[in-house]
């Protein structure tokens, strides 16, 4: 009887380390990788850096829309529970994989709602995230992520100030562009493409689905005398002509 409980422990070990070591192998797959994904924003809200901490690598790579690049360690520490009166969720849609042997590339939005003292905002980002398996386990070796484009909230136009702001202005010779106005809509025109110009202020104008701004400075006599096309802060400027 004795040897029989030496033996059988024995043979237990024998015939499930095969089967561990196959379990540890084992190709992941998307959902798998959706639900730990999913786990690490989860954990976002009340700064629950244990997720983090397990499925990030070591010496993984993490760049985010505000396009800083952050190893382990400062990935790790940026996790913190969010302020008094902040809360929100993240969820994660439109999910694309490709699971290659030891890596896998998941690519997904992640749509983001936030709410502070009562009031709600929202963000979508499209995330793409490599899974590298060492040693039998699964870890994020790099992750990017970017923000996508939103147009600003819309404002009032002043049609009253329409005729500040009509006429040609020139960037170089023959580089000209146009601003006119139709009822109570103002447009720019370049080459025979139209576009409208949005108000964010009575002053402050932008284009549907591009980014940066088109504003009117008024020189000393409170005339408009050039159109400034601003991109990342940066401005290219127009000068009126007519």
Sequence with gaps: MKLAF?????????????TLAHT????????ELVRRTQ???????????????KYFADDCIF?????????KAKLIADITPMPTGYSGTIKIGDVQSRILRDTA?????????ETIFGQNLTARYHITDTWLRRNGEWKIIASQAHRYYEDPARGKI?????????????????????????????????KGKKE????????????????????????????????????NNEDVVWRKTK
Excluded: C
């Design 6 to 18: 030496m033996i059988l422990p024995a043979l237990l070990t024998v015939f499930a380390a095969p």
């Design 24 to 31: 540890a192998d084992a190709p992941i797959t998307q959902d």
């Design 39 to 53: 786990e690490l924003y989860d954990a976002i809200v009340p700064g629950n850096q244990a997720p983090w901490k």
């Design 63 to 71: 760049s985010d829309e505000k396009g800083r690049t952050l190893d």
């Design 105 to 113: 590339v998941l690519g997904y939005d992640a749509n983001e709602t």
């Design 158 to 190: 002043d049609p009253k100030k329409f005729g500040d702001f009509i006429g040609i202005y020139e960037l170089a010779p023959d580089q000209t562009r146009s601003v006119t106005a139709e009822d109570e809509n103002l447009f720019v025109e370049r």
């Design 196 to 231: 409208q110009l949005f108000p964010e202020t009575s002053d402050l104008f932008f284009r549907k689905g591009v980014e940066g701004r088109i504003l009117f400075h008024y020189d000393a006599n409170r005339k408009v005398d050039s159109l400034i096309d601003r991109r």
